[in-house]
């Protein structure tokens, strides 16, 4: 996804370029719409949001380089990096098929990786179903064009979903409680959903 080259290797937030950091996290206020450094570089961002926590009002942290005129070219972070890398593995956990039924510039192909997004950074991942962890369950995207949206369903891990060890009503009620949890998760982050199939899953739009 994303490498950072240079002459040394500092930290996970720092580059060492010609004997000085070249990036990191730094404390940004802003004036005019400018970025202007009052602190920094911190090794981390978690030093870094502390001292925003102390530091002068309005204060934020930001991760980027800072230039020779005192302001500060913004860079993805070392977080930003390992995001992407985890929002591709959950996306390459899409059937094969997807590809066969949308293209690169079909709207539905950028709303289900907002929604692959979306459910990611609520700690929901899809469900992988032609990987080594087929059985654990997750969030199921099924694209419909006819509908223009996708039917988002939960599937549970098959000691409830097909072993049953906890009886089937306790399955169907932990399948109608998922299912709610990610049409609320998903209504939340501004999406439009409406049910589906007799509340068995829900259709996901983009907001109007």
Known sequence: ??????????????????????????????DDGQGRIVDGPFPDRAEARWAAALGPEGARPVYGVRRADGGLTRKPSPQDWAWLAHLGEQLERLPDDWA??????????????EVTAALAEAGLPLHDAAGPSDETGGACLIPEPDLGGIVVTWRQHDRMSVDRVHGSTADGLVQQVMNRALADVLAARGFAVDTFGGASGHVVRSAA
Do not use: K
């Not at 949308?102 to 709303?111: Q, V, W």
């Open 100 to 113: 066969t039924v949308l293209s690169d510039d079909d709207p539905l192909t950028t709303l289900v990786v």
């Open 1 to 30: 996804m994303g490498r950072w080259f240079g002459v040394g290797i500092l930290s996970s937030s720092e580059v060492l370029v010609g004997g000085r950091v070249g990036s990191g996290w730094w404390l940004v206020v802003e």
